[in-house]
């Protein structure tokens, strides 16, 4: 035979056989960040002999709850609801002060009476699905330009949620899937009466600190309990998950309720190049300079590290996390299997005419939005994500301007900026001041970069913004929001004039990014989606959203370099681990653990891992047996899961729960929690 023949035999044959093993893909392990109405049913079945009824799902559903941007559920029919430390440090924090930090302290209320009421704090709970797909692609006609398709889907998604809030007290939020191929209608009901119940010290809610965070073995207390109130009285919910009523055992399946942030397995290779080279870069370095300041501003004194700690947290939280999703991007292996998959499907597509003809053309027009990113991506992020200028009363500002642009324009507002509980000037300044030294060395010969900084340095600029805005009173902002344009305009607020100044830029470097990038992403990614469903239909689930899904997988711990590491770690281990520390920070035990030591039984649980799926927004997820049991909440996962954001994996990726009977353990022993535990068990 032909030499050259045999060699295009030989590739048309690994091609077709990476399409094939691509296509068989979904069926090897348990992936998935699965909608509540796309659930695999047929696989949970096959694989595990699991029936996975309608009547499961709606009660796991409505036991979950959507606490920020990341998770939690009702653990009680009395409306307690369980979630991560970490979770709800934020509301926690804004009820501390130098006085009484509750933070460093815990709090316990003994009664109903002494539950805290945490300010602007609200919990979703998705209580129906409705998928509008054909009515959201119905609005684009023949030959559009992606702008033009961008712009009316916008416009009918915003139809769709105002009509399912209006009437309904329910909160609509149309949620795309596969790349804007699939289109649902979330329907949510909010509470906004939300109580603190319980809180551990943050030295064993964060044992070891960011040394520890995304690793395993661990030892963890990382949850926090609240009460959801309704009309003044506790919610009575007949949705709640009951205790588990049998052991955790390595091998048994297990799923988890949440909200996954945000994942980019559909993403193309061009998509993950600029992830690789240019946000994450980026954002890396930018969180690392964060990441210092905030700890140089810590050792002033003790108040201010519990004014830095919350924000710190986030930093440090964001940088492991980025720094291991890039880890991925890194991976030669890891990339040369992305690439092989999209060649494959992209044969595939090129080798028919008419899906070469609707569908051939995506991939490239992907790319070439990634050059346009890259052109205009440090505008973007210092001034329409305000990189720059990282301070709240710039976010207030920036609120005022455009929720007034858009009341003008007779636009729905936008969500309005959120005001802390308390706004500390000095932490202000620092981190203005921070921004803006990374707005001179990323732009220095910006005409507005001079504007704004003049002859100043940027501390100086900083402390003239924070010290001569009023922006922290609220009757301020009020005269303001109802002045309109034209307060604003004729206002002498430093912040407010700062805010007027970048919104022209921030504008057209937005309109730049919706129209060369966002609007070509999303046009060419429903045509990648579409071509993956010609082959594959919706066996592969959709990328996470920041909306609640279901994933799976098993109880089981893993070998790394050559060590089998245990599916679950005991307070044995704890303490272990504390002394072979010398009991120093991060790996120091509160006062009432070392105390109270003889009173536990050490060999309870209180970490386990699982090949369950998730991702960041999966924090304070359920995690329930076949029951529906509670059998632990998810707070992280090892290093090793960071890259399946792009790949997923269960050899040794895991997701990190704390184990139910932890909790237990440590409310009876520790916190003399009894009724608590009552109440958590059904007593």
């Known amino acids: 035979m032909n030499r050259f023949l045999r060699t295009a035999q030989l590739k048309i044959s690994l091609t077709l056989l990476a399409l094939f093993l691509w296509l068989l893909i979904p069926l090897a392990a348990d992936e998935g960040l699965w909608p509540y109405n796309l659930v695999p049913k047929d696989y949970l079945a096959k694989k595990y002999n699991f029936k996975v009824t309608d009547d499961w799902l709606n009660h796991l559903r409505l036991a979950s709850v959507r606490f920020g941007g990341a998770s939690a559920s009702f653990v009680s029919p009395d409306g307690l609801v369980l979630t991560n430390h970490h979770v709800g440090r934020g509301a926690i924090q804004n009820l501390s002060t130098a006085e009484r930090n509750l933070i460093k302290t815990g709090f316990y209320a003994r009664t109903r009476q002494e539950e805290l009421k945490c300010p602007g704090t609200q919990l979703w709970v998705l209580q129906e699905i409705e998928d509008v797909t054909d009515r959201v692609l119905g609005s684009e006609k023949p030959g559009m330009s992606a702008q033009e398709v961008l712009a009316a889907r916008q416009k009918i998604i915003a139809e769709i949620q105002k009509e399912a809030s209006e009437g309904s007290g329910l909160r609509g939020q149309v949620v795309s899937l596969y790349s804007g191929s699939m289109y649902h209608l979330y329907k949510y009901k909010i509470y906004n009466d939300v109580r603190l119940v319980f809180a551990p010290e943050e030295e064993i809610a964060f044992f070891g600190g960011d040394p520890d965070n995304f690793t395993y073995p661990r030892y963890d207390l990382d949850i926090s309990i609240f009460r959801v109130y309704e009309n003044d009285q506790p919610l009575k919910t007949p949705h709640y998950l009951k205790w588990k009523s049998s052991p955790l055992r390595e091998g048994d399946l297990v799923f988890c309720s949440g909200n996954p942030g945000s994942t980019g397995r559909l993403l193309t ?95 490239k027009e992907i790319a070439q939005a990634q050059k346009e990113y890259a052109a205009i991506f440090k505008e973007y992020m210092l001034f329409e994500r305000a990189n720059a200028f990282n301070t709240v009363y710039f976010n207030l500002a920036r609120s005022l301007v455009r929720s007034t642009a858009q009341r003008d324009r007779q636009e729905p507002a936008g969500m309005p900026a959120r005001m802390p509980a308390e706004i500390h000037d000095d932490f202000e300044i620092v981190k203005l001041t921070d921004s803006l030294k990374l707005l001179r060395e990323q732009l220095p010969d910006r005409q507005e970069t001079r504007w704004i900084l003049g002859d100043r340095s940027p501390e100086e600029a900083a402390r003239a913004l924070i010290s001569g805005t009023r922006l922290k009173d609220p009757e301020f902002r009020k005269q303001l929001a109802a002045g309109g344009a034209e307060a604003l305009n004729l206002c002498n607020d430093p912040m407010v004039k700062l805010a007027l100044l970048v919104e022209p830029i921030s504008q057209g470097v937005r309109e730049r990014y919706e129209k060369k990038v966002q609007a070509v992403e999303t046009k060419n990614g429903t045509l990648v989606a579409r071509a993956v469903f010609k082959l594959k239909g919706t066996s592969i689930p959709p990328d996470a959203t920041g909306t609640l899904r279901l994933s799976f997988g098993v109880v089981k711990g893993y070998i790394e370099d050559g060590r089998k590491i245990p599916f679950q770690t005991n307070l044995a281990g704890l303490y272990r681990k504390a002394q072979e520390k010398n009991f120093q920070a991060p790996w120091s035990l509160p006062e009432s653990w070392l105390k109270k030591k003889a009173a536990l039984n050490l060999n309870v649980p209180i970490n386990f891992v699982a090949t369950i799926d998730s991702i960041g927004g999966n924090s304070g997820s359920p995690v329930v047996n076949r029951k529906g049991e509670f059998v632990g909440t998810l707070f992280d996962g090892n290093i090793q899961s960071l890259p399946t954001r792009f790949v997923y994996e269960d050899k040794i990726s895991r997701s990190v729960m704390v184990h139910a009977d932890g909790i237990i353990e440590a409310l009876l022993k520790i916190y003399d929690a009894r009724p608590l535990v009552d109440e958590l068990l059904g007593k």
């Open 269 to 363: 290779y061009d998509q993950l190049l600029f992830l690789r080279d240019v946000n994450y870069p980026f954002t890396i370095a930018n969180l690392k300079r964060r990441q210092a300041v905030l700890h140089e501003y810590a050792r002033r004194g003790p108040e201010q590290e519990r004014i830095a700690l919350n924000t710190l947290f986030g930093v440090e939280n964001s940088l492991k996390a980025t720094i291991g999703y890039n880890s991925g991007l890194l991976d030669k292996n890891l990339m040369a299997k992305k690439l092989a998959e999209e060649q494959a499907i992209r044969k595939a597509v090129a080798a028919d005419p008419e899906l070469a003809k609707e569908y051939g053309q995506a991939w």
